[in-house]
């Protein structure tokens, strides 16, 4: 059983004016544009329980050029347009509710240039995380925004992506440089140059950086690069109970240790990553941590984290300093939501998050895992409390409706409670459709502001239609 998906979406379904542009498409661009069944449902694609809605059909672009020509089309007859990377987006963001024309970047994946002196580097779209990270291997450089899935460069900045990292080096708001967009009249801008600040004029890089393809179709980016640190250290602490885990984060980043990564998870979420990775930790709430940095810094950090950790009744840290080590360790934090899964055969796994500050974690994460008790639903922790950031992950059977009910309390109530505590229904998983409900509560008049800029942008709603704002 799926949920119908109730978006708001102004303007209805126009079925000649669908058929026109995808006659103009197939005409100029043959085998990169297409219309079959099973081509148009990969590209409605959502890893949640929202209905999948997919397009008419499907321009796979291999140019700015392309793009600029399919959205002049699609422009002059009102006819939708859906961005798509990877398709590895949260709430319904690719999702076609209207039709139209989806336009795949996944074919322009081009790493346009590397300025290594100047700490940045020059990719177009369809570029993933770890092939950039793959290319910069031998420059001593790396770009640190991870996701977990391997997700596109220009979804990850559609989507304002964070990570496992996200707490010592930010989220993709502040490593995007510049972007190139194809706006909703087909013209290309350019935001901004390489300077490391401006005060030139409007920020547009933020404006367009979240907007999840609403305002603008983002096309190459530039995005700020990191040496790759002098030691690296990971390591595994276990606690009693997620309130002491929590606390242990906040008198950490309270105390300024510099740490890189700091990953919840919870004895459940431990108890299935033990059996989906092979690993034999306890199954306890834990903290996945590493520390970036020179050799006599990293371990002044570790022992000062580990101090901390005992006064909370943390475990002795197990250390991997090893590569191989640290991958193993880390994979098994990325194979989260697919060994939560694994764990309930035929469930279907429903990923929601939310962002506090930080001095409200413990608060938020315990009343949340009550919630869950109380629901009777079976739904792992897991988040990158470091930011105040985490995801709980139900795992439903769809055909009970009694359970859908239930975990759909569960994802109000969090939503909810993270705005009363002063945070945000999401904190990197985006709007898309699935998250549309709460926006109004969260930003007040600030929703309308936005609403607004999108008719200015995009008065014929014809980019990413039904997703984050109210046309």
Not at 136 to 147: H, K
Not at 361 to 378: F, H, Q, S
Request: include cysteine.
């Amino acid at each position: 059983m799926n949920k119908p998906v109730t978006s708001d979406v102004a303007g209805k379904r126009d079925v000649q004016a669908v058929k026109t542009v995808c006659d103009v498409l197939a005409q100029r661009f043959g085998e990169q544009f297409q219309t079959s069944e099973a081509i148009r449902g990969q590209h409605a694609h959502t890893m949640t329980y929202i209905a999948a809605q997919p397009p008419d059909g499907v321009l796979f672009a291999q140019s700015t050029g392309d793009v600029q020509e399919a959205v002049r089309v699609c422009s002059e007859h009102g006819v939708p347009i859906i961005a798509f990377g990877t398709g590895t987006s949260l709430e319904g963001n690719v999702n076609a509710p209207l039709g139209g024309i989806c336009i795949d970047l996944s074919q322009m994946d081009r790493i346009v240039q590397v300025n290594r002196d100047d700490l940045d580097c020059t990719i177009q779209a369809g570029c993933t995380r770890e092939a950039l990270n793959d290319y910069l291997r031998d420059t001593g450089l790396f770009f640190p925004i991870d996701p977990g899935a391997n997700a596109s460069l220009g979804g990850m900045a559609a989507t304002r992506a964070s990570g496992t990292n996200a707490v010592r080096y930010g989220t993709m708001r502040e490593n995007v440089i510049n972007v190139m967009a194809v706006m909703a009249d087909g013209e290309v801008v350019h935001t901004t140059q390489r300077a490391k600040k401006t005060s030139a004029g409007y920020d547009l890089t933020r404006l367009l950086v979240g907007s999840e393809g609403t305002l603008g179709i983002i096309t190459e980016l530039t995005v700020r690069l990191y040496g790759i640190p002098e030691k690296i250290m990971a390591g595994v602490c276990q606690f009693e109970d997620v309130d002491s885990a929590c606390r242990t984060t906040i008198a950490a980043i309270q105390a300024g240790i510099p740490v890189a990564r700091i990953e919840l998870l919870d004895a459940l979420q431990m108890e299935i990553v033990n059996a989906y990775s092979k690993l034999d930790y306890a199954h306890k709430p834990t903290l996945f941590l590493e520390f970036h940095g020179s050799q006599n810094g990293v371990d002044e950090q570790t022992e000062f984290f580990q101090a901390l950790a005992e006064e909370y009744g943390g475990s002795e840290i197990k250390w991997a300093e090893r590569q191989e080590d640290r991958n193993r360790l880390w994979k098994a934090r990325h194979d989260a939501f697919h060994a939560a899964v694994a764990w309930r055969p035929g469930a279907k796994g429903v990923p929601t998050d939310a962002c506090v500050p930080i001095s409200r974690l413990a608060e938020c994460v315990e009343e949340t895992r009550r919630d869950v008790e109380e629901l009777g639903l079976i739904a792992p922790i897991v988040g990158h409390v470091g930011d105040g950031n985490f995801h709980v992950l139900p795992l439903v059977m769809m055909d009970d409706p009694d359970e859908v009910s239930r975990m759909e309390k569960l994802v109000k109530r969090l939503a909810e409670r993270a705005i009363a505590m002063d945070g945000t229904c999401t904190g990197e998983h985006g709007v898309g459709q699935g998250k549309m409900k709460y926006m109004a509560r969260e930003h007040g008049h600030g929703w309308e502001v936005m609403s607004a800029i999108k008719r200015a942008l995009d008065p014929g709603n014809i980019l990413n239609p039904g997703k984050v704002v109210r046309f």
